[in-house]
């Protein structure tokens, strides 16, 4: 079946350093392909979103490439921020084009230190 | 608009006790989702809805039902609690795009359950 895999962390960061949390993913359709973000004490939020292949999704200085090649969606940021800190989570869906169910990875926990 | 609301934000059970956690939108989204979150495993969806008055199983519904008689709430079900459902489980819900597909996830705040 689909399924996500993506780096285990924890992630330490200094502030303004560059952030890759890379993510792969098996399907057998054309999935779409999200970053979701867990703050603490919260629940997810969509970070960002790529629907085809060579889209790229960008939010909040986080951006991610669809890249079907090489079936991954590695979430990058130039300059971390404390504020970054939380859990992301790649994930997809279980159908093309709009949001499905989603399938998730495990996590990534990202600390950023001033 | 209060988004996706759970209720309760914290239980403990004793094993084989029951209970109901309560998901609420206020958005007129036509789906819903409950998900259990385990260190290390990620969200593993276990029952969602494609409307009112419909429900199916997700990844891991042994355990679980789940109940959808209004549109704007989504109700999960543990008839006798064990210690592997000790979790913290998310709600969320999704609206009907435009082109027929559904729309942004969009989650609760969780409810954290022990079993004991």
């Known amino acids: 079946g689909d399924s996500v895999t993506q780096m285990e962390g924890p992630v330490t960061l200094s502030e303004e350093a560059f952030l890759t949390i890379n993510c792969t993913y098996t399907?057998?359709?054309?999935?779409?392909l999200f970053w979701y973000v867990q703050y603490p004490g919260e629940g997810l939020q969509l970070l960002l979103k790529a629907t085809k292949a060579d889209d790229k999704g960008s939010n909040k200085g986080f951006e991610a490439t669809y890249r079907k090649e090489t079936t991954s969606f590695h979430l990058e940021k130039g300059s971390v921020q404390v504020s970054d800190s939380a859990v992301y989570f790649c994930?997809?869906?279980?159908?093309?084009?709009?949001?499905?169910?989603?399938?998730f990875g495990k996590g990534t926990k990202l600390s950023v230190k001033p | 608009n209060a988004g996706v609301t759970q209720t309760p934000k914290f239980r403990v059970l004793k094993t084989g006790q029951s209970m109901t956690l309560l998901c609420a939108q206020d958005m007129n989204h036509e789906y819903m989702y409950w998900y259990r979150q385990d260190p290390g495993m990620g969200l593993r969806l276990i029952h969602y809805s494609v409307g009112e008055g419909t429900t199916a199983k997700g990844e891991v519904p042994d355990g679980y039902n789940v109940s959808r008689l209004k549109k704007q709430n989504f109700l999960l079900g543990l008839e006798s609690a064990a210690p592997s459902q000790t979790s913290v489980y998310f709600c969320?819900?999704?609206?009907?795009?435009?082109?027929?597909?559904?729309?942004?996830?969009?989650f609760g705040p969780g409810t954290r359950l022990t079993v004991l």
């Open positions: 969320a819900s999704s609206y009907l795009d435009h082109s027929g597909g559904r729309g942004e996830q969009f």
């Open positions: 994930a997809l869906s279980d159908y093309g084009g709009s949001q499905g169910n989603l399938i």
């Open positions: 399907a057998t359709g054309y999935p779409s």
